[in-house]
């Protein structure tokens, strides 16, 4: 006891001298002098963290430093978690001789790991997790043989596992995620005897998984999901009976689930092998392993039945779907009272759904689609109160729609009862789902009248109905679904008028509402302005609308409410005859004439029908076009960011001014001023006006003015340039869902000026520099110098015609059929958008200095389809995206990216007539943007 009391004495006496004499204790000076270099690489320290870190403070009272009593006042511990701090690791770190714990995790340190790491003899806990660094894990930090904690997850780290980590033996916890890591993973980890978590999950390791890690008998959880590890699970794996978290999903691991496995894990709560390669059936002892929360074995090669589960009462997660399980959904089922998502999906089981799962009150989600399940939806399923979201749509089920289902105000994510064959009428109680966000009751056979209370579903962004019996008008109640962005009524027996007020619907992007027998005028505004993402065929009674849908003029009374014609309208007839007998007489008086007009005066005709301005002017809005101002050079020019000033407005633009001692650039001009005269689309680059004049010395000058784009081309996104020292711009970096949202522009860009302005137009030249981006993201296709006019009946020709125009289009991107010759045809811009749309995934130019000797961008990612996804990928699309926490997220985005690059091969196949169509392709974008956001 005194001893006690004596040492809390001197504690006081060391801390009270610390306050009240400042720096004026020697202290140790090393220790010191390491802390101020740490700071001096600290950039930016937004919570301001080290204000504390200054010359009158003792550096033991410092934020984040705790010294030890018993060692001169070193260093023993600093902690600067969490603290948003930008800059680099000092090498100086490694004179803190007496630290043992170093947290430095979730903060924005960049650049290597120092090799001074290595000097830390009695480091116990090494935390750089969640950070930005790169380079490789210094192989002396095995020299830290008092490490108990390694974690480096989540930063950009690369190459091989050292295997002198088994030196570590005190080890207990190394978590290596969320890198770049390659190579195999070491055998000599089954050195480390004291280890209890091993993560190394998503990473790019292959090979097998060592046997010898069955001696970590230590082990309570290993995950390596999200690698490409091949082979089978090593018998020893199974025998580690502390065990409690298990992942290996999305790898290539083959062979059968352990027979004993419930017997000889007993401790086991998590096991994720989805995505792998699996076959054989469920083993029966599953049932023993009474501890399981979240069983997930979707997408392998699984068969056999369902087994019985009713033992694993704390299950929360069953995951089944994607395999080839076959027989009912077992009673039993009820008896998981905890479960909260169900996935079954995409199997063979028959049956019907059992009326008990009503008694799972716990459910969030289930998943049931895609399977030969019949009868009726049990109404029991309405008692589920907390359920998100239900799909168990492309099975064959019938009846009526339940009440009690469709009207659970929980319902918040998706409901999809899509592909059955559900009758009567739509159920009224959908007025109870305010806060869902999809519906589908598509391609059953539903009828009557579509419900006013459907203007209740105020969340709804997908709403589809199509492929049904409705009839009757849109109701007027829709008004109120403002947030839709996605309705197909499409192929019903609907009536009436278009709605004008789906015009002020500003987040549609995508409107179906073909074959039906909708009449009267097309509204013009809003959605009606785009063809690409509007469709209203099938309805023979519609008039009116923009020019493009050629629809005829809609029928006027003729008479005025007095009876008879009115003097201005018998006025506008007169005129209108009168105009159109002297037009007549121009073109029979003119037209031999027009046949001399020379290139030049065809030219000064296509300018003068666009706005001009001076040189002047544009030599002012650029700052005599300064290279501060320069955006970029392409072949026939420069293109300069400008400021054009009027009397009350200013406004940014982008001013491509042509080298005209290029070849080939006035006839640039030409081509580009006649394209973009004649088009118009939201994902195409507006024009806004041009120069033709000559510059202060008498040369020709010859410039564009088109609309300024916040975020520059597609090109910069994709393949950022290193920043100029000093400068500290935002990295640039487009994620799956905004990669898809601009490919989607391009492709819906590229089906209108295919199918849908009057005279077909072939791009010529799409590459992501000729993408460009405003300040949405949102993709606009430019650079009309190359782009050729087509007859329509010409516009998809065989390949085998030939042409005099020789390669049209950029290397990597051009169509090879051009390169032999080949005339222009719609096909050659599909090919470039295929690959380009494989560029955007992958993030590798087809011009990359791997593709050689026959290899290509296409047969890059064609070899690796579909099972090495992941390893073609974007890295920057997966990163950190793989946790036991996002599992749903990260399924979601690789099945997007399988069908993305399945799009990506079939439109850049070398025989153009086996090449996908255009407006095909930008449906089917659509349709994974739909799975994706889902």
Do not use: W
């Given at each position: 006891m005194g001893v006690l009391v004596l040492r809390l004495i001197l504690i006081y006496s060391f801390f009270s001298t610390l306050v009240y004499c400042g720096s004026s204790l020697p202290g140790n000076v090393t220790d010191r002098f390491a802390l101020q270099a740490m700071k001096a690489q600290i950039l930016q320290d937004p919570h301001r963290v080290l204000s504390s870190w200054k010359d009158s403070i003792h550096f033991c009272l410092w934020q984040g430093v705790n010294c030890s009593l018993q060692h001169h006042q070193r260093v023993i511990r600093l902690d600067l978690q969490s603290q948003n701090l930008v800059g680099t690791i000092s090498p100086h770190i490694?004179?803190?001789?007496?630290?043992?714990?170093?947290?430095?995790q979730n903060n924005s340190f960049s650049h290597q790991i120092p090799l001074e790491i290595g000097h830390l003899r009695r480091l116990q806990v090494l935390r750089l997790d969640n950070n930005s660094l790169s380079g490789s894990l210094p192989v002396n930090v095995s020299n830290c043989l008092s490490l108990i904690n390694l974690n480096v997850g989540y930063n950009n780290l690369v190459g091989k596992i050292s295997p002198e980590i088994s030196t570590l033996s005190k080890l207990q916890s190394l978590v290596l995620q969320a890198n770049h890591l390659t190579g195999e993973i070491p055998p000599s980890l089954g050195n480390l005897s004291s280890l209890m978590i091993l993560g190394a999950n998503d990473n790019n390791l292959k090979g097998s998984i060592p046997s010898s890690l069955g001696q970590l008998r230590n082990l309570t959880n290993i995950s390596l999901a999200s690698n490409t590890l091949s082979g089978s699970v090593p018998p020893s794996i199974y025998n580690l009976s502390a065990l409690i978290a298990f992942s290996l999903s999305q790898n290539q691991i083959q062979g059968s689930i352990l027979s004993d496995l419930g017997n000889t894990l007993p401790n086991l709560q998590y096991f994720h092998i989805y995505g792998n390669q699996f076959t054989g059936s469920?083993?029966?002892?599953?049932?023993?392993?009474?501890?399981?929360?979240?069983?997930?074995?979707?997408?392998?090669?699984?068969?056999?039945?369902?087994?019985?589960?009713?033992?694993?009462?704390?299950?929360?997660?069953?995951?089944?779907?994607?395999?080839?399980?076959?027989?009912?959904?077992?009673?039993?089922?009820?008896?998981?009272?905890?479960?909260?998502?169900?996935?079954?999906?995409?199997?063979?089981?028959?049956?019907?759904?059992?009326s008990s799962l009503g008694n799972l009150t716990m459910l969030t989600e289930v998943l049931l689609q895609g399977n030969n399940l019949e009868g009726s939806i049990p109404s029991s399923l309405g008692e589920c109160q907390r359920l998100l979201l239900l799909n168990l749509s492309q099975n064959n089920l019938g009846g009526p729609i339940p009440q009690h289902v469709i009207g659970l105000p929980s319902l918040s994510i998706s409901l999809d009862l899509s592909r059955n064959h559900f009758v009567g009428p739509f159920p009224l109680k959908a007025g109870q789902l305010k806060s869902l966000g999809a519906l589908d009751i598509s391609d059953n056979m539903l009828a009557g009248e579509l419900p006013t209370s459907l203007g209740s579903c105020l969340s709804l962004e997908v709403l589809h109905l199509?492929?049904?019996?409705?009839?009757?008008?849109?109701?007027?109640?829709?008004?109120?679904?403002?947030?839709?962005?996605?309705?197909?009524?499409?192929?019903?027996?609907?009536?009436?008028?278009?709605?004008?007020?789906?015009?002020?619907?500003?987040?549609?992007?995508?409107?179906?509402?073909?074959?039906?027998?909708?009449?009267?005028?097309?509204?013009?505004?809003?959605?009606?302005?785009?063809?690409?993402?509007?469709?209203?065929?099938?309805?023979n009674r519609l008039c009116?609308?923009?020019?493009?849908?050629?629809?005829?003029?809609?029928?006027?009374?003729?008479?005025?409410?007095?009876?008879?014609?009115?003097?201005?309208?018998?006025?506008?007839?007169?005129?209108?005859?009168?105009?159109?007998?002297?037009?007549?007489?121009?073109?029979?008086?003119?037209?031999?004439?027009?046949?001399?007009i020379s290139k030049e005066t065809e030219m000064t005709?296509?300018?003068?029908?666009?706005?001009?301005?001076?040189?002047?002017?544009?030599?002012?809005?650029?700052?005599?076009?300064?290279?501060?101002?320069?955006?970029?050079?392409?072949?026939?020019?420069?293109?300069?960011?400008?400021?054009?000033?009027?009397?009350?407005?200013?406004?940014?633009?982008?001013?491509?001014?042509?080298?005209?001692?290029r070849r080939g650039a006035s006839k640039s001009f030409i081509a580009e001023c006649e394209a973009l005269r004649n088009i118009r689309h939201r994902n195409l680059v507006k024009i806004l006006t041009i120069c033709s004049s000559v510059d202060f010395r008498g040369n020709d000058f010859k410039a564009l003015v088109y609309e300024f784009m916040d975020n520059g081309s597609l090109e910069e996104w994709l393949h950022p340039t290193t920043p100029t020292e000093g400068v500290r711009d935002a990295p640039k970096n487009l994620n799956l869902a905004q990669r898809l949202d601009i490919a989607i522009d391009v492709a819906c860009a590229l089906d209108y000026l295919h199918n849908h302005c009057g005279t077909p137009i072939v791009h010529c030249d799409l590459k992501p520099s000729n993408v460009l981006l405003d300040d949405r993201l949102t993709g606009h296709v430019s650079d009309f110098g190359l782009a050729r006019f087509l007859p329509k009946e010409t516009s998809n020709v065989s390949s085998n015609q030939i042409s005099s125009t020789g390669i049209r289009g950029s290397v990597g991107y051009v169509a090879p059929e051009y390169g032999m010759g080949s005339k222009v045809t719609t096909y050659g811009d599909v090919y470039s958008f295929g690959i380009l749309l494989l560029e955007m995934f992958t993030g590798k130019r087809p011009t990359d200095h791997m593709f050689s000797e026959g290899l290509n961008l296409h047969n890059f990612v064609k070899v690796a389809f579909p099972e090495g996804v992941t390893e073609i990928a974007d890295p920057l699309l997966l990163q950190g995206d793989h946790t036991g926490?996002?599992?749903?997220?990260?399924?979601?985005?690789?099945?997007?990216?399988?069908?993305?690059?399945?799009?990506?091969?079939?439109?850049?196949?070398e025989s153009p007539r086996d090449r996908k169509g255009i407006s095909h392709v930008a449906s089917e974008l659509q349709s994974f943007r739909d799975i994706l956001l889902r």
């Open positions: 490694g004179n803190l001789s007496f630290l043992r714990e170093l947290h430095l469920i083993p029966m002892s599953i049932s023993n392993a009474t501890s399981l929360v979240e069983l997930n074995i979707s997408e392998n090669k699984l068969t056999g039945q369902v087994p019985n589960l009713q033992n694993l009462v704390n299950l929360e997660l069953l995951g089944m779907g994607n395999n080839n399980f076959k027989g009912h959904i077992p009673n039993d089922i009820a008896k998981l009272s905890r479960l909260r998502r169900l996935s079954l999906q995409n199997n063979e089981l028959s049956g019907s759904i059992p199509q492929g049904n019996l409705f009839k009757g008008p849109i109701p007027s109640s829709m008004i109120s679904l403002e947030r839709i962005r996605d309705l197909d009524l499409s192929c019903n027996n609907l009536q009436g008028e278009i709605p004008q007020f789906l015009q002020g619907f500003s987040f549609l992007k995508n409107l179906n509402l073909s074959y039906n027998e909708f009449l009267g005028a097309v509204p013009v505004e809003g959605v009606f302005n785009t063809l690409s993402v509007t469709s209203i065929v099938g309805n009116d609308g923009i020019a493009e849908l050629q629809l005829p003029k809609c029928k006027h009374s003729k008479e005025s409410k007095g009876g008879g014609l009115s003097h201005s309208f018998i006025l506008v007839i007169s005129i209108s005859g009168f105009l159109g007998i002297a037009m007549l007489l121009s073109l029979i008086f003119l037209h031999p004439l027009r046949k001399k005709s296509l300018e003068n029908s666009i706005l001009q301005l001076s040189y002047s002017t544009l030599l002012k809005a650029t700052d005599g076009f300064s290279s501060i101002n320069l955006i970029g050079v392409g072949s026939f020019g420069s293109v300069y960011k400008g400021l054009l000033l009027d009397d009350d407005r200013a406004q940014l633009v982008a001013v491509k001014v042509l080298n005209l001692l926490r996002r599992t749903n997220d990260t399924q979601k985005k690789l099945k997007c990216l399988c069908l993305i690059f399945q799009i990506g091969i079939a439109c850049s196949v």
